[in-house]
């Protein structure tokens, strides 16, 4: 052991055992790791970044590959001189010591060669903090926003990269640490007897500063060597940081070899907690996963399907992009665009920058989701042309650092009227006053709260100028500080001491820690309460910690629980700030809403709307800003995409006639039940009106009153026939004939009145069997005339035997033949598939029409057709008889009538079956009446003009002269 009262050891022996490689005779502390997963896993591993220090060597591109930089030059040495004779005792592992041998025998053949310097790891470090005590907590937090490159020159950016602007919000962790740190020391519940203390190391955001942080805290030197601790009376119990996931993620790899448990209080990667890997690793904010439902049903709840997503250039941005695309997917919306900045602030960054900045113009989304690793990101808005961009509503994750942070409220008013979702806010008694007693005295010792109090209070400290030489021009004028300044005299804004977000977790983190720690000494099997005689010793094992931190249950002076689940996660609750720029100059954030993942669905987010202050133009601060690809449909209209665009843009088209939407953005119209008809707007269904024809309708009263007056007429005729049934015109050509002839067509007449009327079974059933077989009597009857024309002339030629065939009895049982033929139509109708009553929906819209369906369309064109087989055989004897000597010839009057019955229902059929509804019986009706006033009065009107106005040729001499 070295001398003194350090207690130098062996990390690899006290964690793995004797199996560590040295170097036979060699100085004592000086170790290199032996274990194959140790080796692949720090000295091998490609992931930690180098700082620059000029043209890097053959060996130095090597160690860098390999991270051989780790190990330092006096490794490399302890390699070379690496004696096979005492490695026996790691048989096993030979093959990974040959490995070692060959990578450095060819490191140093190489060096050999190309002699320059070469990229090293930084050797020298120095705490920001410390404070010794009998358990050491490590440190890692970030002081200072930004990891900047210096400057070469005026056109060259440097790669190695300095700290820059330190933040006082950052302080504030740090002092959280400090604050409850001495909490626990005062407080007797907790380890008594036991002196608590920190070691504290800035990551400055740097990966490199991170690691170089962790190996010294490892090994308790200011220049690390890895697998070397040398803690003063001290064993050290695990480690608190960082608020990134980049660094924590450094951290853990190391940390986790010797299974020394690590607390973040800011890494919100779910990778950390949600594999095996780090099975140490614990955090006091939640999984970053748990926020991104949030952040959709924000959306949603808002309205806004169309948006914008800005991430980090990294693997947690990636992650980031695609699940808030599924969620926002899950939920109606559409991502417009999705972008990434680069992970370095250079001159490709400020390029892409300039790219983003252009889409971002361009863009329609009126909201940009901002997520990612903030610190870097938050860089790349301080490009000037971020003025110039049309104002967005930016929703920022809770990984992106507080905009406060930043202090360029010149540069960030375009986050004006944004919301973001930050870590719910804890309470930390009496740390308020702590705060505001800070005075500089108090840090001497540590540079860069040199740098915050001339930051914040533009004043220099004496005898400090010299660490300030890149600004000596700007400090020369500036005075000296009295040493009296408070943070207490601060603006809120700089340093706000009544909302603790992150500082809380800090807060709960060295509790947790602390809790852990006396449950486990507390379950020592030793007899008695931890005294001083009984401090924890080097021999303590620090994965005997992780026991006892899963199965933690405890509280902080606050009331706050302590816990966490078998992930190492604690429950995740938000705030949900609204951010609002001031015309002075200044921000502030609202609280307007909460997201709690664990409550019920219903009740998970919580916006009051009217605290909400958006982004005003002219326009009222109130009014909720829109951002949708299209307008939303309103009702009456339906969504219809649009081509290889997403589905969030669409097109409005209006609903179907029959069809209707009731709510907006509808991708379907709904169908109207049958009774009923979409209205004017349709945007609803209203009852169809009942159409029929009706005899209080003007076309039914029409054609009514038409066969009404029809029926009259040849009533009135058939009254002149009996009259004068003696004269010579009505006794020629069988007066029977003529009488059943005119009582058909009255009744065919009357027959029309059944189509007219609300349809019903009985009517229906009537209506066109009574018809049919009607009308055939009077067609038959003209055949049956025109067939006794025919014979009544021929039977005057000598020697001809038709004048038997001349008798009533004859001509009758012709009708009676003829009409039997359309009663076996009309029966066999009936019989299979009879009319009926039929609610038509279709044909007209709004209305129901009702009407008498044929029930067999073959039955109904067969009535017809035999009527017009009749008819045309009745024409064509008729027209052949037509110039057969006799003053009166009948048959010329029926080749007329018959030509118009002809017409009539020749042009009925394309009529009847061109329309629909009522005006289909109308079409009907109208046929019936046209034919039969065309019989009528081409048959019996000449007849009665002689009878009532020339009876001086009604006499048998002038009516058949071969009679004289």
């Known amino acids: 052991m070295p001398d003194g009262d350090e207690r130098c050891s062996n990390d690899a022996d006290s964690v793995f055992g004797s199996g560590a490689i040295t170097r036979a005779g060699g100085p004592r502390g000086v170790h290199v790791y032996g274990l194959p997963d140790l080796v692949m896993q720090i000295l091998c591993r490609p992931t930690v970044m180098l700082e620059a220090g000029g043209k890097s060597t053959g060996v130095d591109r090597l160690k860098a590959r390999f991270n051989f930089a780790l190990l330092g030059e006096t490794a490399v040495t302890e390699l ?24 450095t025998f060819q490191c140093t053949a190489w060096d050999a060669a190309n002699s320059a310097p070469g990229c090293v790891l930084q050797r020298s470090n120095k705490p920001i903090y410390s404070k010794e005590g009998d358990i050491m907590l490590g440190g890692i937090m970030q002081l200072h926003l930004l990891n900047m490159p210096v400057m070469q020159d005026f056109l060259k950016i440097s790669d190695v990269r300095t700290c820059a602007r330190p933040s006082f919000r950052y302080l504030r962790h740090l002092m959280a640490f400090v604050f409850a740190t001495k909490e626990i020391n005062h407080n007797p519940d907790i380890l008594p007897n036991i002196t608590l203390g920190y070691k504290i190391y800035n990551s400055c955001s740097s990966v490199t500063r991170t690691v170089l942080g962790t190996l010294s805290i490892l090994s308790n030197k200011g220049e690390p060597v890895p697998n070397y601790s040398c803690h003063r009376k001290s064993v050290l119990a695990g480690f608190i940081g960082d608020i990134s996931s980049v660094t924590s993620y450094e951290i853990a790899q190391l940390v986790k070899l010797y299974k020394y448990p690590q607390i973040s209080y800011g890494a919100l990667d779910p990778l950390l907690t949600e594999n095996n890997e780090f099975s140490s690793f614990y955090r006091t904010v939640p999984n970053e996963r748990s926020h991104y439902t949030g952040i959709s049903q924000v959306l949603e709840h808002f309205g ?18 695609q699940e808030l695309r599924n969620v926002i997917t899950q939920t109606g919306g559409c991502v417009e665009f999705t972008y990434r900045f680069n992970s370095e602030m250079n001159v490709a960054g400020t390029d892409r920058t300039e790219i983003i900045i252009n889409a971002i113009r361009k863009a329609t989304a009126q909201v940009i989701i901002l997520s990612g690793t903030g610190t870097s990101m938050m860089q790349y808005f301080l490009h000037r042309d971020w003025k110039d961009v049309p104002h967005k509503i930016w929703i920022t994750s809770v990984t992106v650092t507080s905009f406060k942070d930043y202090s360029f409220d010149k540069y960030l008013q375009l986050f004006n009227g944004s919301l973001s979702f930050s870590i719910k806010t804890g309470k930390i008694i009496g740390f308020k006053e702590f705060l505001s007693d800070i005075k500089l005295s108090m840090f001497q010792d540590y540079d860069v709260f040199d740098e915050l109090w001339l930051d914040a209070f533009k004043c220099k400290l004496m005898d400090r100028e010299s660490l300030h030489q890149d600004t000596a021009e700007y400090i020369s004028h500036l005075p000296y500080c009295s040493g009296n300044e408070t943070l207490q005299s601060l603006d809120s804004s700089i340093y706000d001491v009544f909302s603790f977000r992150i500082t809380h977790r800090v807060y709960i983190a060295v509790y947790a820690m602390a809790h852990a720690l006396h449950d486990m000494y507390l379950s020592d099997p030793r007899p008695g309460a931890v005294s001083a005689a009984e401090r924890p010793s080097q021999e303590q094992r620090p994965w005997k910690l992780n026991r006892y931190l899963h199965n933690l249950h405890s509280k902080t002076p606050a009331g706050d629980e302590l816990s966490f689940d078998f992930k190492g996660d604690v429950p995740a609750q938000y705030d949900i700030m609204n951010w609002v720029y001031f015309p002075n100059g200044s921000m502030t954030n609202i609280e307007v809403g909460r997201f709690d993942p664990m409550a019920p669905p219903d009740c998970q987010l919580f916006i009051k709307d009217s605290s ?51 709510s907006t953005d509808m991708a379907n119209c709904m169908k109207c039940p049958e009774d009923q008809s979409s209205n004017i707007k349709k945007d609803g269904c209203i009852q169809k009106i009942t159409v029929y024809l009706s005899y209080y309708d003007s076309l039914g009263m029409g054609l009514a009153s038409v066969a009404v007056v029809l029926s009259i007429i040849t009533a009135g005729l058939l009254g002149i026939f009996l009259r004068y049934r003696d004269t010579p015109i009505v006794k020629a050509n069988n007066r029977d004939l003529s009488y059943t002839l005119l009582i058909s067509l009255m009744l065919t007449f009357l027959c029309s009145l059944l189509f007219i009327g609300r349809p019903a079974k009985l009517t229906c059933l009537i209506q066109q069997i009574a018809f049919g077989i009607i009308f055939t009597v009077a067609v038959s009857c003209v055949l049956a005339k025109t067939i006794t024309v025919v014979i009544a002339f021929n039977a005057t030629r000598p020697g001809s035997r038709l004048s038997r065939w001349l008798g009533s009895r004859v001509s009758g049982s012709m009708v009676l033949v003829c009409t039997l033929g359309e009663v076996l139509i009309c029966l066999c109708w009936l019989l299979t598939s009879p009319p009926h009553p039929y609610t038509d929906m279709q044909s007209e819209t709004g209305k129901m029409i009702l009407q008498c369906a044929e029930g067999s369309s073959t039955a109904f064109y067969a009535v017809i057709g035999y009527m017009g087989l009749l008819s045309f055989a009745s024409f064509m004897v008729a027209f052949l008889a037509r110039n057969l000597p006799d003053r009166f010839n009948e048959a010329k009057l029926i080749t007329f009538s018959m030509l118009v019955f002809c017409s009539v229902w020749i042009s009925f059929i394309p009529a009847y079956l061109s329309t629909k509804g009522m005006y289909m019986v109308a079409v009907e009706i109208f046929a019936i009446l046209a034919s039969s006033a065309g019989l009528l009065g081409c048959i019996f009107i000449p007849k009665c003009y002689i009878i009532l106005i020339r009876p001086d040729i009604n006499t048998i001499i002038l009516i058949r002269p071969d009679s004289a």
């Open 80 to 103: 070379q001189d690496f004696n096979l004779a005492k490695a026996t005792s790691c048989i096993p592992k030979m093959w990974c010591c040959f490995t070692l041998l060959f990578l």
């Open 304 to 321: 806004w399907t169309w948006v914008g997503i800005l991430t980090s250039d990294d693997d947690s941005g990636e992650r980031a992009v």
């Open 612 to 662: 909400i202050l958006w982004h005003s133009e002219g326009g009222s601060m109130n009014k909720t800003p829109r951002s949708v690809c299209s307008e939303s449909c309103l009702p009456g209209y339906r969504k219809a995409p649009i081509k290889q665009m997403p589905t969030c843009c669409f097109d409005c088209v209006p609903c179907a006639e029959g069809e209707f939407s009731n």
